[in-house]
């Protein structure tokens, strides 16, 4: 499913701005669809730097805040534990 993503991604990206990759990082953390060998292999082709987090490194990734208000606000009606503070 994240291969399919990245690749409409790249599709959109490169509408938009021929020269993305060369000011594009990826920060993934270490899930098995992130390091799969796969991956890293489409990775590589795109040619874009990417930096792996260690494990359960949500404060290095920003976006994980954004996903934290998210998932305490209408994403999350009853407010039902997402497993994250």
Do not use: C
């Amino acid at each position: 499913v994240l291969l399919v993503f990245l690749k409409h991604l790249m599709r959109q990206l490169d509408n938009e701005d021929a020269d993305w990759a060369s000011k594009t990082v990826f920060l993934l953390d270490g899930a098995r669809y992130h390091t799969s060998d796969e991956m890293r292999e489409y990775l590589k082709k795109l040619q874009v730097q990417v930096i792996f987090s260690g494990p359960y490194s949500y404060a290095a990734a920003p976006i994980e805040m954004v996903f934290g208000v998210l998932k305490r606000g209408e994403l999350n009606p009853e407010r039902r534990s997402t497993g994250k503070k």
